[in-house]
């Protein structure tokens, strides 16, 4: 069990690392509103996604098989509201943002964020996929990937964090704050563009 745990925490703190949605978002937080106003952020992730890995384990994976097009439904309500938060985050002007008129996301909003995030979906099924045996007790078993995640989730997502608040060090310059926000949205845009071939091949791609 021990050895299973380990490999799970690397499972966890390779694919946390990574860019995705999540880290991308978080760091155009840290840039744009500094490490304090992003906190509710970064505990709306680190939260919010072993939870989502919980529940899937304990039972949403076994709707989204019975109804896939349920599945492919959220999907394209993700994809829509990704394109939507990189409309935000490109169109964000730094006076805008000093002046209080765009807000970071709340932990309420980071933590819902995951069931419309297809990384995080990607994750959190590959684990449970992945990690559980049927010989092992599948609540505990599944507890323990949700942990492995959650003890990831901080160190992960906070680097990307502390990095967003160096760059706001840097970047002083207005000009250079409005070409990293517009970066850091067409990258969002990029981390979609499989979800979106995906949904393409199931509603469109003619039956074999």
């Avoid at 990704?82 to 980071?110: N, S, V």
């Amino acid at each position: 069990m021990l050895e299973i745990f380990i490999a799970v925490l690397f499972f966890a703190f390779s694919t946390t690392i990574t860019p995705g949605p999540n880290n991308v978002m978080i760091m155009s937080s840290g840039m744009n509103y500094g490490i304090k106003n992003s906190l509710p952020h970064f505990f709306g992730i680190c939260f919010g996604f072993p939870v989502m890995v919980l529940l899937v384990g304990l039972g949403f994976g076994v709707i989204f098989d019975r109804y896939p097009n349920l599945h492919q439904l959220i999907k394209v309500l993700g994809v829509l509201y990704l394109l939507w938060l990189a409309w935000h985050i490109g169109t964000a002007e730094p006076q805008a943002i000093k002046r209080g008129e765009k807000k970071p996301f709340t932990f309420w909003q980071a933590a819902l964020f995951q069931w419309v995030n297809a990384k995080a979906w990607v994750m959190a099924t590959g684990a449970v996929a992945a990690f559980t045996t049927v010989q092992g007790s599948p609540f505990f078993e599944v507890l323990a990937i949700s942990l492995a995640f959650f003890l990831m989730a901080f160190p992960c997502v906070g680097v990307w964090l502390v990095f967003g608040s160096l760059l706001r060090k840097l970047l002083t310059n207005p000009i250079m704050q409005r070409v990293f926000n517009i970066t850091m949205a067409l990258i969002l845009v990029l981390s979609i563009v499989p979800v979106v071939l995906e949904l393409w091949h199931f509603y469109f791609a003619p039956a074999a």
